[in-house]
């Protein structure tokens, strides 16, 4: 991570506090802001967060708006200079973050963009193209299962989507063989996964981070909780492995 990302110690000044404090859920007691959900469509964060949460170069990630290989949301803020937006909100946050995900696995920016909206703006009901579950837009399926995107390592065809989204329960009988077609349908040789629920919890945690200071929940050990969503471990796991 670069030093300029870390020069804001205070990720509190990533926020529009006055449009934060204008939504509803903020005039909630001090005691219950710890546990305060944060609105996903009200532009709050500027870019010293998306850099953070992007852990790529700041002229990289810059040079990708003033490009066009990503864009705004139309609930983003816009800003005239620099082609960058003013703020983001959180799905565009988490827009990014999967964007940044795949393009170190060797995706093009445009193409991993794609993909990381294509999992913010579709959503799917049980049943739907073999989905095992309901799944909200740029939401996660439900427990148990694990949300993956994964994509070619060539670039889609014409008419074809940019990725797949798709749920594995890692405890079910059948989770190897679910997670093997969704890589290598079509007679592919390889391909780029990508566990959404990991992107979704880091995200989600820097944001509240963002938002409330020292009254957020502290920071969790990532490889615990990689390792409970996995091998679906008991919570109190999760907090002897914090300690």
Known sequence: MTQNVCQTENLASCLDMKEMRAHPDWTLSRRKRV?????????????????????MPIPTVKSWFQRKHVHLSEDDGRSPS?????????????VLAVTSELVRLGTLPADAFKAANFWMRSGVVEGQVGALARREAGGLFPSPYLTYLTMGTDP?????????IFAV???????????????FHRGRVSAK???????????????????LGDRAPPEPDWEVVAAQMLRDLPPESIDEGAA
Request: with cysteine.
């Open 82 to 94: 620099q082609g960058l937006p003013n703020r983001l909100t959180l799905r565009s946050v988490l």
């Open 169 to 183: 329960n890692p405890q079910g009988k059948f989770a190897h063989s679910e997670l093997y077609n969704a890589l």
């Open 156 to 164: 889609a065809d014409k008419g074809e989507w940019p990725c797949r």
């Open 35 to 55: 546990m305060w959900e944060i609105p996903e469509d009200v532009p709050l964060f500027n870019m010293a967060l998306v850099y953070k949460v992007c852990d």
């Open 193 to 211: 996964i990508v566990l959404l629920n990991m992107i979704d919890a880091r995200v989600r945690h820097m944001c509240h981070l963002a938002v």
